[in-house]
């Protein structure tokens, strides 16, 4: 089968190679999937590159996402059927002809949604929707999020106004408004203007109670600036700079709270019944169309190294999937 390995940490486009290697077989609780798309994620990215948190013996797969059709079931796997359409979010290995996964951990995928929707589904849109969730926010409550024309910023922003949630989005440049109002978000101001009176204008002087940081830097601050008493800053990413810049001022006289939000482990200790509700309120989302998952192209996993270069290319809208 083909699939994409590399012998050495560095850039994705440089070190990924395509591999013939065997067809892998299910173990117990495993099944095996033959892979139909799977997205470029920055997290694959990184751990090509060696600087992730989870770092991979060479010569190493590649890959963790996939929308994938059931090809082989271990011993004990009785709750799918060979044939059965799948979504997975933590398969090791993805970027490959066929992939060996748990079981427990796939989510089946409803006829109507689309192959390039259920191949996205999970690691971003599960992501956001899992912060939504750690924000502990409801209806009428005002948030405020940078890095707002990014993926997970976009869904949040989608969600919350699902939910009746109000979100003040940050962008660093005024197309990003654009493209966000095309999107149907509204609600976003560019830090490159005098975006403290926009923004105080847009939520008419609102208590804002919860910020999500995705940037760093003096990004980190301007968001703590706008919270109100008792906030709470989550730090999300680090886009810019690995250390967050924020004044002990507002720390100490807002009494605000800065905590972190790593999407893996706030899943690794989510009960089973609120995974279920937050994935039945996703595909619920994508369905009625209040959740869009745009793909920015679809390559050949021959063509990696291009598909990496567009998937890095700035301004894009969507995600970039890879085919076997």
């Keep these: 089968m083909r699939a994409l390995i590399h012998q050495e940490f560095g850039p994705a486009e440089d070190v990924l190679t395509l591999d013939d290697r065997p067809v892998p077989e299910p173990g117990p609780g495993q099944v095996r999937l033959r892979i139909v798309l799977s997205p470029i994620h920055n997290h694959d990215l990184w751990t090509i590159r060696g600087t992730y948190g989870f770092k991979p013996a060479l010569p190493a797969a590649s890959g963790t996402e996939a929308l994938g ?5 271990g011993e004990g796997v009785e709750h799918l059927a060979v044939g059965q359409r799948v979504a997975t979010g933590g398969t ?7 992939a060996v996964t748990n079981a427990a951990g796939l989510i089946p995928v409803p006829e109507g949604l689309a192959d390039e929707q259920a191949a996205q589904l999970i690691s971003m849109p599960f992501s956001a929707i899992s912060l939504l969730q750690f924000l502990d926010v409801a209806e009428g409550d005002w948030i405020v999020q940078n890095a707002a024309n990014g993926a997970v910023g976009r869904m949040l922003a989608q969600l919350a106004a699902a939910r009746g949630v109000n979100v003040l989005g940050l962008v660093r440049r005024r197309d990003g408004i654009d493209e966000l109002r095309a999107q149907g978000i509204e609600n976003v101001v560019s830090t490159d203007d005098d975006w403290r009176t926009q923004a105080t204008a847009i939520t008419g002087g609102a208590p804002i109670i919860a910020g999500v940081d995705s940037v760093g830097g003096e990004s980190s601050g301007d968001v703590l600036s706008l919270l109100t008493e008792n906030g709470t800053l989550v730090a999300f990413g680090a886009m810019s700079s690995p250390t967050m810049n924020i004044s002990s001022g507002d720390v100490i ?24 509700a937050l994935f039945g309120e996703l595909i619920t989302r994508v369905g009625d169309g209040s ?13 990696i190294a291009d598909a990496v270069r567009a998937s890095n290319a700035p301004g894009r809208v969507g995600k970039v999937l890879l085919k076997f």
């Design 69 to 73: 059709i059931v090809d082989a079931l």
């Design 291 to 303: 959740l869009t998952l745009p793909v920015a192209g679809v390559f050949d996993a021959a063509d």
């Design 253 to 276: 006289f807002k009494q605000a709270t800065v905590k972190g939000f790593w999407g893996s482990k706030v899943s690794q200790t989510m009960d089973a019944a609120t995974r279920r």
């Design 92 to 98: 090791f290995g993805a970027w490959a002809e066929y």
